[in-house]
């Protein structure tokens, strides 16, 4: 098995688990909190066990992404001190691995077309509806404090 995690499948893998977190997150709020289904403690529970498994996801990947580009995966906790992921992060998604075989495995086909414009794309789609999902918890919350469902 290959450990290697080629740019395009990162990308495409980062941004379809961000749209699939925002999505299940606004369906909790709206169809299970904004219906009293569930209290705030149950919301808050939820979300973040979406968090979690989202941030698993993003371990994972980000750990097969490191070794493509020759750092050992546990090189990936780096990531969890919030100024290191912000400059790193970006970087994993848009630099080349190496287009031979290194410590971790053979050489990842370069991604096509199509699966760069799919990942680019759905990346744009990833921004505004993580946007929306934060913005409908924090309003979920702030109604569930102030008795207002």
Known sequence: MNRRLGAGTYLLSMSSSAVAWSLATGLVCTE???KGRIGLGQL??????LGVAMGSVFYAASARRLMDLNFPGWCVKILAFPITGVVVLPLLCFLSGQRWTNDFGPARPPSGFLKIALALILLLVAIPVCRWALLVYLQTRVLLLNGGY
Do not use: E, G, M, T
């Open 32 to 34: 299970l909190a904004a």
């Open 44 to 49: 808050n529970f939820i979300v973040s066990a």
